[in-house]
Every structure is written in structure tokens, then in C-alpha cells.
């Protein structure tokens, strides 16, 4: 059984936290009901999500024999055959429709688009270069969408515009670890790197974080009303890229999600920047 529960990857499962930020934003958080269809949401988004990394090891399992940490995932490892892992993927697939389903059928739409554009990144698209990285960034709108649809709110435009781009600085800095985590291997494990250099992807973060924070200083005043607080925590949003840059710059930091839980003062940063974010949420 815990073979299976491997196949989905339980510890990517915090990228589905994405799905509550409506919930928070919206100071609706007390409300049960809201809360409940959630963490649904965020539930059908795991199941979705680990449909997809089963696809994903169905078709790379060749190629993650060679990879020194993705040899042990449980296809390459042969400890799940292929068939039963394609059995196990049509399951969570059809699961998760109907799950959605069981929401709203606006959700299930939004739930559909983000299964065909992860399909269509899994067998092809996560090839081209800059397209893979903006498909993984788009899943993370994806989800936040569905979470607004969820529990009826409407996503601001800034949030989408936020969670795209902050989203998309983490995609292009995991691709640079990749590469100089692998180094030569990098070829037989991932195609697309071989597109990719590190000179590149410093270039293109030096033109993403300035956005990202820019954008982010603009969505604090459009909330001064909401939350007076939220202004307070430009400050801790400019010290975390930069401690993020420095990571990038000095330590394998940011290939694995377990990085980000594994960093004391990003952690501290996050807690002091949910507390200020929540602080002004009854005001």
C-alpha cells in the first residue's frame, strides 16, 4: 500500500496549499461550511496532482533509472509494475473528476483544464524551453482558481498575476539547481536542461524578481483598506528572494519542496508574514 501512497508524492502535497489562499484572503476562514469545501478542493487537488506524477513516472521511468535520486521512485525501482501504475493513474484520474465534480461544475471545468494541460506538459511540452516553466506556473492558478470557485469568490486579478509570477521564479530556480545538482547527468535525466544554462536562468530571475516584488508592493496598497497591517510586510517579502537568491547562489537549496520546510529564517519569515497578513483580517 505505501507503494502506491509513494507514487503520489506526499511530500509535493504543500504545493496544494495554494488552493486555500482564496479562503484566507477572502476573512471568510470561520465560516464551516466555506472550510470544509476547501479542503475538499484541496483534497481533489492531490488526488489530480498525483494522477499526474504517476503519468509522469509512467513515461520517464527509463530515464529516472539513470537519475540518483529518482531511481529509488517505486516504477523505476520496478517495485510497481507499469501496468498496475496505469490502472493506478486511470483510478486517480477518474477519482478526482468525480470528486470535483461533487463541488460545482465550474470546479470540475477548471479541474479538467489543469488534467489536459499537465497531460499535454507530460508528453510533450515540458521539452520546449521557457513553455515548461510557464505550464507549472499556470497549475499553481489553476489551483488557486479552484479554490475561489470552491467556496464562490472571485480571485483578484493581482493574486493571479502574484501567484503566476512568484510561482514561475520557483519553477526557473529549481530548473538552475537541477542542472548544477546533476551536472553531466543532466542530459539523460531531462531534456530540457540541456536548453537551459545557469547564466540564462540568472538572467532570467534578474528580470522576474523585480516584477514579482513590484507587483507585490502595488497589491499591498490596493489592500490598505482591507488589512492595514499588510503594507508592513514588503520588508519580509524583499529579505525572503533575498535569502532565496542566496541559497540558490550557495547551497543545492530549492530542487526538492522539502527545501522550503527545511530553511529556519525562510520559515520564521513565513510565520512573521502569515501573522501580519491575518493580523489586519477583523479590522
Known amino acids: 500500500m505505501w507503494k502506491y501512497l509513494e507514487l503520489l508524492r506526499p511530500h509535493q502535497w504543500l504545493k496544494?496549499?495554494?488552493?486555500?489562499?482564496?479562503?484566507?484572503?477572502?476573512?471568510?476562514f470561520f465560516d464551516m461550511d466555506l472550510v470544509f469545501l476547501s479542503f475538499s478542493a484541496v483534497f481533489v487537488f492531490v488526488l489530480a496532482s498525483g494522477s499526474v506524477y504517476v503519468l509522469n513516472d509512467l513515461l520517464d521511468c527509463e530515464k529516472d533509472r539513470l537519475h540518483p535520486d529518482k531511481k529509488f521512485r517505486p516504477i523505476a525501482s520496478g517495485k510497481v509494475s507499469l501496468k498496475s501504475a496505469f490502472v493506478f493513474w486511470i483510478f486517480l484520474s477518474v477519482l478526482s473528476l468525480a470528486a470535483a465534480y461533487s463541488i460545482s461544475l465550474t470546479f470540475l471545468m477548471i479541474l479538467l483544464g489543469y488534467l489536459m494541460m499537465t497531460m499535454g506538459y507530460s508528453l510533450f511540452l515540458k521539452r520546449v524551453i521557457f513553455l515548461?516553466?510557464?505550464?507549472i506556473a499556470l497549475g499553481f492558478v489553476f489551483r488557486v482558481l479552484g479554490g475561489g470557485v470552491a467556496i464562490g469568490v472571485i480571485v483578484s486579478d493581482w493574486m493571479i498575476v502574484l501567484v503566476f509570477l512568484f510561482t514561475l521564479?520557483?519553477?526557473?530556480?529549481?530548473?538552475?539547481q537541477e542542472i548544477k545538482n546533476l551536472e553531466r547527468k543532466s542530459k539523460k535525466t531531462r531534456e530540457v536542461l540541456t536548453r537551459y544554462t545557469i547564466d540564462l536562468i540568472d538572467q532570467l530571475n534578474a528580470i522576474i524578481v523585480p516584477i514579482v516584488i513590484t507587483s507585490y508592493i502595488f497589491y499591498t496598497f490596493?489592500?490598505?483598506?482591507?488589512?492595514?497591517?499588510?503594507?508592513?510586510?514588503?520588508?519580509?517579502?524583499?529579505?525572503?528572494?533575498?535569502?532565496?537568491?542566496?541559497?540558490?547562489?550557495?547551497?543545492?537549496?530549492?530542487?526538492?519542496?522539502?527545501?522550503?520546510?527545511?530553511?529556519?529564517?525562510?520559515?520564521?519569515?513565513?510565520?512573521?508574514?502569515?501573522?501580519?497578513?491575518?493580523?489586519?483580517?477583523?479590522?
Do not use: C, H
Open 222 to 283: 490596493s489592500e490598505r483598506q482591507n488589512n492595514p497591517y499588510f503594507i508592513a510586510t514588503i520588508p519580509l517579502i524583499m529579505y525572503s528572494f533575498f535569502r532565496y537568491l542566496y541559497l540558490l547562489k550557495s547551497t543545492p537549496f530549492g530542487e526538492s519542496s522539502r527545501d522550503y520546510l527545511a530553511d529556519v529564517q525562510l520559515l520564521v519569515v513565513a510565520l512573521i508574514w502569515f501573522g501580519l497578513a491575518m493580523a489586519g483580517l477583523g479590522t
Open 16 to 28: 496544494n496549499v495554494f488552493v486555500l489562499i482564496p479562503l484566507v484572503f477572502s476573512r471568510r
Open 132 to 135: 515548461d516553466v510557464i505550464l
Open 169 to 176: 521564479f520557483l519553477a526557473i530556480s529549481k530548473r538552475r
